[in-house]
């Protein structure tokens, strides 16, 4: 990113962004919580836009934040919104206002950052009844029932046996259910190993139908002068190609869920990362202008080795 007129604010976000920000309702008590939401909409690296610093009143007591992502992960770049749902709560009745919230981010089109300012948000807090304390005392019933129960027991021995009866058999009662399950399972066990089987087999011909170069449209585009959605296509390939291994859907592919689904699958913690890294490669370079370098040829190559172990890598069946 460029030194020169970069903002304070800016943290990272690259692409092209909207932002607005409301309150859940401008006037409640303080005996309840107000929200602020704010959104982030465009296109651009969305999945590593964080909320923006927000210069709270001093008198307001904010807690975690929500975040919700509604991602197009197919387009390039992603496109779509990510909503930060904010809760705080107010100790004194008055009038407040959040102080306008600055946003920024670098436009790869442009070559220049841009920030962008919501308008102040003000609410009005009233004063709350404060009547009820945190936590009630158990209901009277309760006591009474409790009450009962202790002098029932404390003056009717008959009941004292009477329960040491029944609590026995139950006890009877489990000890035998527990033998018939043991049987059960032995049968059910039979049975899942023949599914097992049966999935391993079901996985076995799906790697064997796939293709021989997973990567092909990008090594013709590698090859081609007039070619500039090389990286494009070597995302779309490479997601593609993962999905299909790790039976995640494409329409919700992600850096996160490929590393939990190659975690399950038992791939080794370093080829994770590295899958991770080339990931992450290929999507910076979607948010920067096109050119035709030797990093084509580099990041392809490594992609290609990348795939061809996990191909030959000893996975669990996940289909």
Not at 137 to 166: C, E, H, K, R
Not at 298 to 314: A, E, G, K, V
Request: with cysteine; hydrophobic share 40%.
């Amino acid at each position: 990113m460029p030194v020169n007129g970069k903002p304070v604010s800016f943290n990272g976000a690259v692409g092209q962004f909207e932002i607005k920000a409301d309150l859940e309702k401008n006037n409640f008590t303080t005996d309840e919580t107000g929200k602020l939401t704010l959104e982030i909409s465009g296109a651009g690296n969305l999945q590593l836009v964080t909320a923006p610093d927000i210069k709270w009143p001093s008198s307001l007591e904010v807690f975690d934040v929500k975040v919700t992502e509604d991602l197009l992960l197919l387009d390039v770049p992603v496109s779509g919104r990510k909503i930060f749902e904010i809760p705080f709560a107010v100790q004194g009745q008055g009038e407040y206002t959040i102080p306008a919230i600055e946003f920024s981010f670098f436009n790869p089109a442009t070559g220049t950052y841009k920030t962008l300012f919501t308008k102040p948000i003000s609410f009005t807090v009233q004063k709350g009844s404060a009547t009820k304390p945190f936590y009630e005392n158990p209901p009277l019933v309760a006591q009474d029932s409790g009450s009962f129960l202790s002098t029932l027991f404390q003056n009717n021995i008959l009941v004292v046996v009477g329960l040491g009866l029944f609590m026995a058999l139950g006890l009877f009662i489990v000890l035998r259910k527990a033998n018939k399950k043991k049987d059960k399972n032995f049968v059910t066990n039979t049975t899942e190993a023949i599914v097992e089987n049966e999935e391993a087999v079901h996985y076995a011909e799906a790697v064997a139908a796939e293709p021989q170069n997973p990567l092909q449209l990008s090594e013709d585009c590698l090859n081609t002068v007039e070619c500039n959605e090389f990286y494009s296509l070597l995302n779309q390939e490479l997601k593609t190609y993962l999905s299909h291994r790790f039976s995640v859907p494409v329409q919700e592919i992600n850096v996160k869920k490929i590393l939990i689904a190659m975690d399950r699958a038992g791939v080794d913690n370093e080829i994770a990362l590295q899958t991770q890294q080339i990931i992450e490669e290929i999507e910076w370079q979607l948010y920067t202008p096109f050119e035709r370098n030797e990093l084509m040829n580099d990041l392809y190559n490594r992609t290609q080795s990348l795939l061809q172990f996990i191909q030959t890598y000893h996975l669990a069946p996940t289909l």
